[in-house]
């Protein structure tokens, strides 16, 4: 529930501008004032984004053997959407303040004044959530098309290319991470709630009589994920949705929350969406989706079970939570402990002196030697002191300093970005000492 989402925290208004500051995330279009809800990820903020669909991508399709990838096309037959209910039912009701004009969520409303200034609000109305375009030359209805709220559809429809092409049994999953499109109306909190973003999705098609024991599993499954992930486990909860909740498709859902600084929110949803898609998609396209267990010789329409969740939000909740500040010898310093596997560069190198050519010569062989491994930054534009600080903000878990001792002994410092503890390592032990740490 986001309640005053217009007024940022003082923790978000940091977190906002170091990831401009920084480089993680900027505004669409800036430069022409910014587009509404659209946000562009910037150097470092792209390789966190990769670095979180990787983990996720290792964690469910290639360290399980129970789950097939797919990368399925933004763009599908508009019927796709008449089937799984999007075009009649993928509406929010909004209201309108009188007096100020703000526009609001009916849900996020609590009585019935605006949260902003208590003004009188209009009645509810219903507004579809999907972006429109045209596909051809002519734009009518016949072009009409949409770009994908979310990305399960592209999994339902290709469910039987992807059991006869991989020879699948049930019970199997389908993961997909790609983007989704949604005309969100209300606003704010940085990248939590855009109209352009990436989801990270996999339906697990089971029998049907054992579906709750997966959605189970499933729920468990992903809550422990963003805790391998490093993420603070009290900051996270799961919260059941109520019947009058439920969307038009599912039996039960699970959301994940994190407590933002703005509040308790959707972090990802896990529902038990029953055979509603296969069944829809069946009537709509005349083409038999059941499944044939050979075995039992049973044929059956699978339920499915749909961990659902977003990278954006998820990138912004792993920000947030690594978000450190602490006193050292009388300094503020601010540090994002990200789990080693997120943080965007790996390990920074870094010479002592900049203005010794031998220093400065042996930290770039370094680096040159470190990047078929890793993602590794040189930075020679400040000072040492400068140097951390500017690495702990951005979550390098190691930073190697070449210094005068190293041209005689061959050995560099390397300080850790949580506890600043330093080690006195060879040279050419460095990379066997940086493959133990990202083990
Ligand atoms: P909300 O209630 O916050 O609008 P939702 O319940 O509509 O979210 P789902 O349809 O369950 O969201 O989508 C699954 C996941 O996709 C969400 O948990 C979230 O992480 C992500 N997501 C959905 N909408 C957005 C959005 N507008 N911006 C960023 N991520 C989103």
């Known amino acids: 529930m986001l309640v005053g989402f217009h007024i940022m925290s003082d923790v978000m208004e940091k977190i906002v501008s170091l990831c401009k500051r920084r480089g993680f995330i900027f505004q669409s279009s800036e430069i022409y004032g910014g587009l509404g809800s659209v946000w562009d990820y910037g150097p470092l903020g792209a390789e966190l984004k990769r670095n979180l669909k990787q983990a996720w991508w290792r964690s469910y399709v290639h360290e399980r053997d129970d789950i097939e990838g797919l990368d399925a096309a933004i763009l599908m037959h508009p019927n796709v959407w008449m089937a799984s209910g999007h075009v009649t039912s993928f509406e929010d009701t909004l209201v309108d303040c009188k007096a100020c004009k703000k526009r609001f969520k009916v849900e996020h409303v609590v009585g019935k004044k605006c949260p902003e200034c208590g003004g009188e609000l209009t009645q509810g109305r219903q507004f579809n959530l999907m972006l429109k375009t045209h596909l051809g030359p002519i734009e009518d209805e016949g072009s009409l098309s949409y ?23 049930i019970p199997f999953g389908i993961a997909q991470i790609g983007k989704s499109f949604r005309n969100e109306v209300t606003t704010g909190n940085l990248t939590f709630r855009s109209r352009e973003f990436e989801q990270m999705e996999i339906e697990y098609f089971v029998k049907p009589c054992t579906d709750e024991e997966w959605y189970e599993k499933w729920v468990e499954d992903r809550f422990n994920w963003y805790i391998k992930f490093a993420m603070t486990r009290e900051n996270l909860r799961k919260r059941q949705h109520k019947e009058e909740e439920l969307a038009h498709y599912a039996k039960a859902c699970t959301d994940i929350e994190y407590k933002f600084p703005f509040g308790w929110s959707e972090l990802e949803g896990i529902a038990n969406r029953t055979d509603f898609d296969l069944k829809q998609h069946m009537r709509l396209s005349g083409k038999d989706l059941q499944y044939f267990d050979e075995e039992s010789k049973d044929k059956y329409i699978p339920y499915v079970i749909e961990p659902s969740g977003g990278i954006d939000r998820s990138a912004l909740a792993f920000i947030v939570d690594s978000y450190n ?36 010569k042996m930290a770039k062989d370094i680096a040159a030697d470190l990047k078929s491994k ?47 503890k330093q080690d006195r390592i060879g040279a050419t032990k460095i990379m066997e000492y940086l493959d133990e740490k990202f083990k």
């Open 147 to 169: 770009l994908r709220p979310e990305t399960a559809q592209g999994i339902f429809v290709n469910f039987q290319n992807v059991v006869n092409s991989m020879r699948r049994k």
């Open 325 to 360: 500040e602490e006193e050292v010898k009388g300094e503020k310093r601010v540090s994002l402990r990200l789990h080693k596997n997120l943080a965007p560069i790996k390990t920074a190198v870094l010479p002592l002196l900049r203005n010794r050519p031998e220093i400065v």
């Open 374 to 420: 890793f993602k590794v930054m040189y930075d020679d534009t400040a000072s040492i002191g400068r140097l951390y600080r500017r690495q702990d903000e951005i979550g390098t878990p190691y930073c190697i300093t070449v210094d005068v001792n190293s041209l005689s002994d061959k050995k560099v410092t390397v300080r850790d970005r949580n506890s600043m």
